[in-house]
């Protein structure tokens, strides 16, 4: 994080120098489209901002991990119109130098959508510019770039497509895809385990995780994901303690991808030589039979907790009650 506060500052130094000090020619292309060509009013479109590198050049993600600096873009827009978030595809991992980095390599197209007052008049010009900044890098050299992107656009019933609209509905099938179940992770020892229920199949020999925030764990650390049914269940060694209640991320193979928000939760253990241990949340019950961990080597019970529940819940794992034996306030009897 520090190193790439000061590479921010490096990076902003070098944008102010003198025009001549600047590369000749972007790295990196950069265009803008929309969806339609005549948005209606009251309704909302999507634009994307096309960004296309050269062979052996790279733009950054939102978290660019030890090093870098995300797109930014500054908007100027016409009364009644309103552009949200950037919204980015999946990244890929690249170690250069023993700095890991979040990066966009070849064509790729950041997604935003654009949202028209009904108070807009039909047949109202609408004029959307945008100065655009990014990063541009090799493997040996950091160049920052900049542009200014326009698109014209008439409000008027949303049917007429744009010039690009196949390569948005392209782009758009690129965003990671909302996971279709709950994700929760736990720390366990010095590791960060994930429970993420979908049904989106990804692969586990090449998923990885992406964090938005910092803090989770570092660029490069070594994760494994495994399968379990419907869950995969990512573990990730941890930086330190967690820096928020939820983490929140994507998780990609490199074809498909899915956003993981997943809770924080606390783990209570169970062993036959020590008792309960950690228990210091209640638990929902439905949600404790379903993401709860077994450590058969160890004869222990690892149960995610979080606050959402009525009273506490006790664990045992005994012969006589069975292979588990979840009670309120009680102990099953060994």
């Known amino acids: 994080m520090i190193f790439r506060l000061l590479f921010a500052l490096f990076v902003a130094g070098a944008a102010l ?3 001549a000090a600047q590369a000749p020619a972007a790295h990196i292309a950069t265009d803008l489209s929309a969806r339609v060509s005549d948005p209606r009013p009251g309704m909302r479109t999507r634009i994307g901002i096309t960004m296309t590198s050269q062979p052996g050049w790279h733009a950054y993600w939102r978290n660019p991990g030890d090093s870098g600096l995300p797109p930014a873009v500054t908007w100027t827009l016409p009364e009644g119109v309103k552009i949200g978030a950037l ?10 130098g023993g ?39 090799s493997d040996s050299l950091c160049v920052p770039e900049r542009a200014n992107i326009a698109v014209d656009l008439v409000a008027g019933r949303g049917r007429s497509a744009g010039m690009d609209a196949a390569l948005l509905r392209k782009a758009e099938a690129a965003l990671p895809r909302p996971a279709t179940g709950t994700a929760s992770v736990t720390r366990t020892g010095d590791r960060w385990e994930f429970l993420i229920d979908t049904a989106i199949a990804l692969g586990r020999d090449t998923a990885r995780l992406y964090p938005v925030g910092d803090g989770w764990f570092g660029a490069d650390a070594a994760q494994r994901v495994r399968m379990s049914g419907s869950h995969l269940l990512p573990s990730v060694p941890a930086s330190g303690s967690a820096p928020a209640d939820r983490f929140e991320g994507v998780l990609s193979d ?5 956003t993981v928000k997943a809770s924080l939760r606390t783990v209570a253990v169970f062993s036959p030589a020590t008792g309960l241990r950690a228990l210091s949340h209640s638990y929902d019950r439905r949600e404790l039979l379903r993401d709860l961990r077994f450590r058969s080597d160890a004869g222990e019970i690892d149960a995610p907790l979080n606050g959402n529940g009525a009273g506490k819940l006790l664990l045992s794992r005994t012969s006589t009650c069975g292979s588990l034996a979840v009670a309120r306030q009680r102990r099953c009897s060994p």
């Open 99 to 137: 700095l890991a980095s979040y990066v966009h390599e070849g064509r790729f197209t950041l997604l935003a959508d654009l949202s028209v007052d009904d108070t807009v008049r039909p047949g109202t010009r609408l004029p959307i510019r945008g100065a655009l900044t990014w990063l541009a890098c």
């Open 254 to 258: 490199g074809r498909s991808s899915i």
């Open 17 to 19: 120098a003198p025009a």
């Open 87 to 96: 919204e980015y595809p999946a990244p890929t991992l690249l170690t250069l």
